[in-house]
């Protein structure tokens, strides 16, 4: 299972906040990203809808800025995650939506974003094996055990070092 970068930089960008000497005060994106070395553009789509889903509070205007909108006891990774990144297609099988028979391909988390590829008359629209492959549901048990332990995480879990975490993002 690998992450997208974009789900890395949310991660590390709520870091950030939740390390900052006075989380209450407002931060700014170009710092964020300059911690990091990250690119500021793509660090904003990434603020933006983290403010969306309401981990971030933004405020507008000249001294504006972002700030955690949530204590990090509240944030919860496996949560976080499933709504940031865009799929769990860890095999071609996984890829293409469909509609699928739960008692046919075996028992799967409906909040997963994963769905199982279409057979039709014992033709797959992807994998040739995909009718009679046992390997799509040990996948679907792997990626549901690694979201549970996600899950079993929030943001403060990962701070227990925060002094260590704001000396090597605040020089």
Known sequence: MRLTNYSDYALRS??????RPDPSL????????????????????????LGQLGYIESVRGKN????????????NLGVLIKQIEPD???????AVPVSHNDSEQGAHPADLPVT???????????CVISPACQLKSVFFEALTAFINVLERYTLADILNNEDELATLLFR
Request: aromatic share 8%; proline share 2%.
């Open 14 to 19: 709520l870091i950030y906040l939740a390390v």
């Open 26 to 49: 407002l931060a700014n994106i170009s710092d964020i990203a300059d911690s990091y070395g990250i690119s500021k553009s793509h660090l904003t789509k990434i603020i933006h809808q």
């Open 64 to 75: 504006g800025g972002i700030r955690l909108a949530r204590a990090p006891k509240d944030i």
């Open 88 to 94: 769990f297609n860890l095999v071609e099988c996984f």
């Open 116 to 126: 199982f590829i279409e057979e039709k008359k014992n033709k797959s629209l992807g």
